[in-house]
């Protein structure tokens, strides 16, 4: 099965790491991994600051980048969802609209993909560690991803997987809003750091870079001792200890 890899902004400047993850995973699934050239920022930063009109030409370039894939899939819920927007944005242009559809209808969040279109739960990953898992806000309400990601972690040997209290409120990133409403952004994500601190996990988990730098980046400067790991980095590990599964063992993952 070929699929089409959607890497992201912060994927490419931070999570070089989770990306080669997520691509061990899938080849280990049996699928054949291309990287279309030509990929931008799909446009979601100016899409949800409400300009939507500026987000049609980066939203364009990617519709061109990705016109021959047949699957489209994105380590990051909150990406996978602005795909599925591009029909909405071009709603007044017949012929961009048929063509965002198209793409729309590819696309994946990572973990939605294994489960729902691969139909795999069990990736044989071990990983062993009392770890809680936060569900972005995009993944769940807008994409309506709230499963899969919670299946494949329950396959993972030695996973402590424990609820995270009030695991529905935002962490406070929301993009934009963290910088324009940074006093606000910051009680939230204190607030989510204080839940998952009750948890007592060792390591928190989850499925968008943007959550997972926006909690770890508050952690590291509070001082906190939490690991911060995208679900790829878990899924990939398979010698129980969390180390990934890459040939270069002393390279350091860059997330967090």
Same mark, same amino acid.
């Given at each position: 099965?070929?699929?089409?890899?959607?890497?992201?902004?912060?994927?490419?400047?931070?999570?070089?790491?989770?990306?080669?993850?997520?691509?061990?995973?899938?080849?280990?699934?049996?699928?054949? +991994?291309?990287? $279309?050239? &030509?990929?931008?920022?799909?446009?979601?930063?100016? !899409?949800?600051?409400?300009? @939507?009109? *500026?987000?049609?030409?980066?939203?364009?370039?990617?519709?061109?980048?990705?016109?021959?894939?047949?699957? +489209?899939?994105? $380590?990051? &819920?909150?990406?996978?969802?602005?795909?599925?927007? !591009?029909?909405?944005?071009? @709603?007044? *242009?017949?012929?961009?609209?048929?063509?965002?559809?198209?793409?729309?209808?590819?696309?994946?969040?990572?973990?939605?993909?294994?489960?729902?279109?691969?139909?795999?739960?069990?990736?044989?990953?071990?990983?062993?560690?009392?770890?809680?898992?936060?569900?972005?806000?995009?993944?769940?309400?807008?994409?309506?991803?709230?499963?899969?990601?919670?299946?494949?972690?329950?396959?993972?040997?030695?996973?402590?997987?424990?609820?995270?209290?009030?695991?529905?409120?935002?962490?406070?990133?929301?993009?934009?809003?963290?910088?324009?409403?940074?006093?606000?952004?910051?009680?939230?994500?204190?607030?989510?750091?204080?839940?998952?601190?009750?948890?007592?996990?060792?390591?928190?988990?989850?499925?968008?870079?943007?959550?997972?730098?926006?909690?770890?980046?508050?952690?590291?400067?509070?001082?906190?001792?939490?690991?911060?790991?995208?679900?790829?980095?878990?899924?990939?590990?398979?010698?129980?200890?969390?180390?990934?599964?890459?040939?270069?063992?002393?390279?350091?993952?860059?997330?967090?």
């Amino acid at each position: 099965m070929k699929v089409s890899l959607f890497t992201t902004c912060l994927g490419e400047l931070f999570y070089v790491d989770v990306l080669k993850d997520v691509t061990e995973v899938l080849e280990r699934l049996g699928c054949e +991994i291309d990287v $279309p050239e &030509g990929q931008i920022c799909c446009g979601q930063p100016a !899409y949800n600051s409400g300009y @939507a009109s *500026d987000a049609k030409k980066p939203a364009k370039q990617m519709i061109r980048a990705f016109e021959n894939s047949k699957y +489209i899939v994105c $380590p990051s &819920g909150s990406c996978a969802t602005m795909f599925r927007e !591009y029909p909405k944005i071009f @709603a007044d *242009d017949p012929e961009w609209k048929a063509k965002a559809e198209r793409i729309a209808g590819r696309t994946y969040e990572f973990t939605q993909f294994i489960v729902n279109v691969l139909g795999v739960e069990d990736v044989g990953a071990e990983y062993h560690a009392r770890a809680t898992l936060h569900t972005s806000c995009h993944m769940t309400r807008l994409l309506g991803e709230r499963q899969s990601h919670l299946k494949l972690l329950s396959h993972v040997k030695g996973l402590e997987l424990v609820p995270l209290p009030n695991n529905y409120d935002c962490c406070g990133f929301g993009g934009t809003f963290s910088v324009k409403m940074a006093p606000i952004s910051e009680q939230m994500v204190d607030e989510k750091i204080r839940h998952i601190e009750e948890t007592q996990a060792d390591v928190v988990i989850g499925a968008d870079a943007s959550c997972l730098m926006n909690i770890g980046g508050r952690m590291r400067r509070s001082g906190k001792k939490i690991k911060v790991l995208h679900i790829a980095q878990v899924l990939n590990s398979q010698n129980g200890e969390g180390e990934i599964n890459h040939d270069d063992k002393d390279r350091k993952s860059t997330v967090l």
